[in-house]
């Protein structure tokens, strides 16, 4: 009798579930974790009498596979250029129809080169990125170095991990011998795994999400990351600070993409002139740390935000970076590189 009434309570909150549900457009979107102020997001949700889910990624590779194995669904996406490259070459994204985003007025056009879509004909820019080394400086000392070299210091074994991501840490490795980080050479990549393999002893683990939260916590005394990630943790422990490499690093751009076969085109499209509102992206940059390229944006940031130069880079440091590329047929030569990395002892 118990399962009997169960059964029928559990259908009757199905039906309520469903009908409630049905009532709201949903919005599914892939993203970054911790890429966006929760309250913009529901701030959205109310105004459009809507409902948004989103789903998580912790690397362009990993979202990309998902895709391609077949997850459907998705209707707004949040690739870094490179990626964008690859997913419009493969048929996967709509073009962008720019009647229906008023705000793109907004873009700042100096950011868009790094977009590797000038015309946003696939791609609208979200946000800007720079990678480079979270520490403990009360850990590390006076003799830390603002280097990818810090990965090879057998002090820190244990203590330190460096992104699950192939082109992020084998980048860094080309990058500290002094090659580019989009090189195709099987000599440089070999070169880099063989380097990679070797900070590898020194590694807690290659880590994409919870590294921020092990600085926090003290787990880790140097780590590989994002500059917004580790930024956004820093009020937790003022030891933690954020330096970028001195032999450069990436300076990427993540965009906006619909997906083809997308269900809810046109709450995409209002999603995205949402987010390019300068109060909205002067907001979101605030939390995430990161710059929109959002010109009328700027002029509403604290002055914490406008002086912190991981944020708005200087020229000095774009002449050392570089945005990742589409390598074509040549993104076997990682991927094989990150194998032999991972497989390693």
Known sequence: MKKFIYRILLT????????????????????????????LVEKFE???????????????????????????????????????????????????????????KNIDEAYL???????????????????????????????????????????????????????????????????????????????????????????????????????????FFVTHGYSGDIFQVMEENESIAYAIPIEGTTVSCDSMVILKGSKNTDLAYAFINYILEPEIAAENIEYVYYIAPNKPAYDLLSDEIKNEPAVFLSEEILSKSEVLLDLGDSIILYSNTWDRVKAAK
């Not at 009757?12 to 993203?31: Q, W």
């Not at 400086?137 to 070299?149: L, M, Q």
């Open 12 to 39: 009757a909150t199905t039906v309520i579930l469903v009908s409630c549900g049905s009532s709201k457009p949903v919005l599914y979107i892939y993203n970054w974790s911790d890429y966006i102020k929760e309250e």
């Open 46 to 104: 109310k105004e459009n009498n809507c409902k948004i889910i989103m789903d998580y990624f912790d690397s362009n590779e990993s979202m990309y596979a998902k895709l391609k194995a077949g997850a459907s669904g998705y209707d707004l996406v949040f690739p870094t250029a490179y990626m964008v490259q690859i997913m419009s070459h493969d048929g996967m994204l709509s073009e962008i129809d720019h009647s229906k985003i008023p705000n793109l």
């Open 113 to 219: 080169p790094f977009t590797l879509d000038e015309q946003m004909k696939y791609s609208v820019p979200y946000m800007l990125t720079n990678s480079g080394i979270g520490y403990l400086t009360d850990r590390v000392g006076d003799s830390f170095i603002p280097s990818w070299g810090v990965f090879g210091n057998a002090e820190f074994a244990g203590k330190m991990t460096m992104l699950n991501d192939m082109r992020e840490s084998i980048g860094a490795a080309l990058k500290f011998l002094g090659y580019s980080m989009n090189s195709t050479s099987p000599e440089e990549l070999e070169k880099a795994g063989d380097l990679l393999i070797s900070w590898k002893k020194n590694l807690a683990k290659f880590e994409a999400d919870q590294y921020k939260n092990g600085l926090v916590s003290e787990e």
